[in-house]
């Protein structure tokens, strides 16, 4: 397995890049960066695993980095500061992602894509139109990473159980997107039965406050980082949990479940039913949302879709709003695109 980060001396790109040195799974780590790769890479070679580790430059071109790599994973671009919305990075990374999506495209069409970068609900679609515009576009490849959603879900919700729900017991799905009133924390279903009567036990106050963290939580760690970036170690943990349960479902492991923003292409089994709940809603354009998904070895096998018949009522208000906004940030996404040629 070949592996190939992009912004890996960032933040997010070094915890990351160090989990993936790690995984047994991994034989080959590349970490392309505008600055620093060399080095970072030459200290991770002295740690005894055998995944090989390699350095590039932005000077020596995207080539040795992303040649027959299995899977790209991309946090590059810029992070947030007080004060400013995902979509403020929208110009900046919108033409790094659309840069790294051409050369992905030239060096790598089939390799599976993790894009982490901000605004997700917008870098993900434009990703998906710089592969169609090349023509080697396979949604059932291409990932925008929302784990961190449901990685503070489950924290949060253990966090004010005061440890009577443990965080390894704890599987939330968030659907959605992944920026404020997109992100839909989903606490009224669950096969752990524990989580919820805990959330039903919680008064309508807890409960709209708890939802609220989820939805903002990363403006927690923007606030406390004071103009230092965003959510580092935290998103490197849940994108190598993305990235781990890819590489096993690729190497034939079967029922794997994770949850990512993808698009709703005919391709992908569960779309269509998807595509019907959002018309019930009285939306159209929604082309891309993060919903659990079952992967498989091309990737995306299913949708698991059944999670919308079991939403409370407060939920598919949340789950409206959301879906008025995802709109508006996909659109955004393809008219970039479109809108260059
Ligand atoms: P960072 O500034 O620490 O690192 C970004 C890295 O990208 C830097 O090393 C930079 O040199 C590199 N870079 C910039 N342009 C590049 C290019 N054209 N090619 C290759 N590398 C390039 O930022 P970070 O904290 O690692 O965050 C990175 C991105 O991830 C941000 O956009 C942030 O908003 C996003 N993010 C997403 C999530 C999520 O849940 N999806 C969570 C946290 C952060
Ligand atoms: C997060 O959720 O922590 C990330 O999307 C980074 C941010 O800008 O909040």
Do not use: W
Not at 49 to 62: I, M, N, R
Not at 189 to 194: A, C, G, I, K, T
Not at 275 to 299: C, F, M, N, Q, W
């Amino acid at each position: 397995m070949k592996v190939a980060v992009i912004g890996a001396a960032g933040g997010i790109g070094q915890p990351l890049s160090l989990l993936l040195k790690l995984s047994p799974l991994v034989d080959e780590l590349t970490m392309y960066d505008l600055v620093n790769t060399p080095g970072i890479a030459a200290d991770l070679n002295h740690i005894d695993t055998d995944a090989k580790v390699t350095g590039c430059l932005a000077d020596e071109g995207f080539e040795g980095a992303l040649q027959n790599a299995d899977l790209v994973v991309i946090p590059a671009g810029i992070p947030r500061k007080p004060g400013m919305t995902r979509d403020d990075l929208f110009a900046i990374n919108g033409g790094i992602i659309s840069n790294i999506a051409e050369n992905c495209a030239k060096s790598c069409p089939k390799a599976h894509i993790l894009v982490i970068s901000n605004p997700v609900n917008s870098t993900v679609a434009i990703f998906a139109e710089v592969f169609k515009k090349c023509g080697v576009y396979d949604p059932r490849r291409l990932y925008g990473v929302t784990t961190l959603d449901l990685v503070r879900a489950n924290s949060f919700i253990s966090e004010l159980s005061g440890g009577k729900l443990q965080s390894k017991d704890l599987n939330v799905t968030v659907i959605g997107g992944h920026s404020g009133e997109t992100i839909v924390p989903i606490f009224s279903h669950n096969s752990n039965s524990q989580l919820v009567s805990f959330y039903e036990s919680l008064s309508m106050e807890q409960r709209d406050s708890l939802i609220h963290r989820v939805q903002f939580g990363g403006d927690e760690i923007v606030t406390a980082k004071k103009g230092q970036g965003s959510a580092t170690l935290s998103m490197a943990y849940s994108g190598f949990r993305l990235a781990e349960s890819l590489m096993k479902a690729i190497a034939g492991e079967t029922n794997i479940i994770e949850s990512a923003y993808i698009q709703l292409d005919q391709s992908i089994q569960g779309s269509t039913e998807v595509k019907s709940y959002i018309a019930s809603k009285g939306l159209t354009d929604v082309e891309y949302i993060s919903l659990p998904i079952k992967l498989g070895p091309r990737g995306v096998e299913s949708i698991e879709f059944d999670i919308l018949n079991h939403i409370n009522e407060n939920e598919e208000e949340l789950l409206s709003t959301c879906l008025e906004q995802l709109k508006g940030n996909i659109a955004k996404g393809v008219d970039f695109v479109k809108g260059a040629n």
